[in-house]
């Protein structure tokens, strides 16, 4: 069992459309991280959320963390063939200073 | 962008070899991390460092060991490599943990163990 549950794994959609994804966990964290992960390349931080229920935009990116901190969610708006890419969620453990991510969404947005 | 280097960009060995992958990073960041890449598990931490000769392990650390005995490097060493090894490898470097960290990833290392 992954300390860090991904829905769904693959998502192929139309430009245009909106779309949400997942990152789940019976834990409790301080803070979670999302990244990005285009194909060739490394992940790229997009944001960190820190207090329950916060919400984050950037540009048509909305993020929010759960009020108990135990999950957090990615919605795109009208998303673009650019947004296509690998999405990870991420929680540094409070123990050993460990960087754990979730298994990822495959994002797919077709023109 | 980081400066986080990784070395070889590909390589293909035999089972039973052994392989190192090296990580360089020119930021003095003191956290480095070792993952691996394979469809469907995301990225899954082998080993990680949190300051020069301080290593622990990750998740699937088994048949890995690794080395920090500089700042800037972190080394990744397969001793006898087996064909459930072939991934991508990818360093992470982190200057702190918590809230405020951002993790900064290498371009990857795809290793093919035949």
């Known amino acids: 069992t992954q300390l860090l549950e991904q829905s769904p794994q693959f998502l192929s959609i139309q430009e245009g459309e909106n779309l949400t994804v997942y990152c789940n966990s019976s834990s409790v964290f301080s803070s979670l991280q999302w990244y990005r992960q285009e194909p060739g390349e490394g992940p790229v931080l997009l944001v960190t959320v820190v207090t329950g229920g916060e919400v984050k935009k950037l540009k048509r990116l909305t993020f929010q963390f759960g009020d108990a901190r135990k999950d957090s969610s990615l919605h795109i708006t009208a998303a673009q063939p650019g947004d296509t890419g690998l999405y990870l969620c991420?929680?540094?453990?409070?123990?050993?200073?460990?960087?754990?991510f979730g298994a990822g969404t495959i994002l797919r947005v077709k023109s | 962008d980081a400066g986080i280097t990784q070395s070889p960009r590909h390589k293909v060995t035999e089972t039973g070899t052994p392989v190192t992958l090296r990580c360089h990073q020119t930021?003095?960041?003191?956290?480095m991390y070792w993952y691996r890449q394979d469809p469907g598990h995301g990225l899954r931490l082998i080993h990680y460092?949190?300051?020069?000769?301080?290593?622990d392990k990750g998740e699937v650390s088994d048949g890995y060991s690794v080395s920090r005995s500089k700042t800037e490097d972190f080394l990744l060493t397969l001793e006898s490599a087996t064909s459930s090894q072939t991934s991508v490898y990818f360093c992470?470097?982190?200057?702190?943990?918590?809230?405020?960290?951002?993790?900064?990833f290498g371009q990857g290392t795809r290793l093919t163990v035949v």
């Open positions: 991420a929680v540094v453990m409070e123990y050993g200073n460990k960087l754990v």
């Open positions: 460092s949190y300051g020069v000769k301080d290593t």
């Open positions: 992470a470097i982190s200057e702190r943990t918590g809230a405020g960290s951002e993790a900064f």
């Open positions: 930021e003095n960041h003191r956290y």
